[in-house]
T-cell receptor
Framework: GENVEQHPSTLSVQEGDSAVIKCTYSDSASNYFPWYKQELGKGPQLIIDIRSNVGEKKDQRIAVTLNKTAKHFSLHITETQPEDSAVYFCAASPETSGYALNFGKGTSLLVTP | GAVVSQHPSWVICKSGTSVKIECRSLDFQATTMFWYRQFPKQSLMLMATSNEGSKATYEQGVEKDKFLINHASLTLSTLTVTSAHPEDSSFYIC???????????FGPGTRLTVL
């Protein structure tokens, strides 16, 4: 089955700096890679996703890059703000509907003012 | 669009009782719904996958007689924790897929505390 590894487990940055979270996956059949933000006591919220036919995708301060050959993908947050503080999860799965997502273990991001 | 709700948001029950958690897709039809359990400071662990009108598929190690899942319509799935015990205390989260792709939308979660 799919194994998703996520690093680092904790990340502390100063407001305005960039944050990068990296994930690797093992199953070459995976072609859908979402990123979720989870605040304390809440469900995960999809913030950006990428599919295997795209190498990079950007949405304002958030970007995701994908290297299918190396089986890794990364989340980049620029100009971080204190409200970006949360736990971030990467996931991987086949794009076909009905498949469960395989999650990484999460990264706790703290943005200090 | 693509909003998923859960009810209740939290519940406290006595050991031995059963608890039902509802998961609804509010503005779309969910061909598949997933149930996850999350312990403090851990990742989401998939419990089961359910398709409307079919029996749920449970992950290894998840007791299907203890965690009853019903997906009676394209907008509603329920998880019933039967004969709950303190070790069942956890954060239960559902997600729903629209069927166009594997994009999944998560509910806000239900905090279950069993005394």
């Amino acid at each position: 089955g799919e194994n998703v590894e996520q690093h680092p487990s904790t990340l502390s940055v100063q407001e305005g700096d960039s944050a990068v979270i990296k994930c690797t996956y093992s199953d070459s059949a995976s072609n859908y890679f979402p990123w979720y933000k989870q605040e304390l006591g809440k469900g995960p919220q999809l913030i950006i996703d990428i599919r295997s036919n795209v190498g990079e995708k950007k949405d304002q301060r958030i970007a995701v890059t994908l290297n299918k050959t190396a089986k890794h993908f990364s989340l980049h947050i620029t100009e971080t703000q204190p409200e970006d503080s949360a736990v971030y999860f990467c996931a991987a799965s086949p794009e076909t509907s009905g498949y469960a997502l395989n999650f990484g273990k999460g990264t706790s991001l703290l943005v200090t003012p | 669009g693509a909003v998923v709700s859960q009810h209740p948001s939290w519940v406290i029950c006595k050991s031995g009782t059963s608890v039902k958690i509802e998961c609804r897709s509010l503005d779309f039809q969910a061909t598949t719904m997933f149930w996850y359990r999350q312990f403090p400071k851990q990742s989401l662990m998939l419990m089961a996958t359910s398709n409307e009108g079919s029996k749920a598929t449970y992950e290894q190690g998840v007791e299907k007689d203890k965690f009853l899942i019903n997906h009676a319509s394209l907008t509603l799935s329920t998880l019933t924790v039967t004969s709950a015990h303190p070790e069942d205390s956890s954060f239960y989260i559902c997600s729903a897929s629209r069927g166009v792709s594997n994009e999944q939308f998560f509910g806000p979660g239900t905090r279950l505390t069993v005394l």
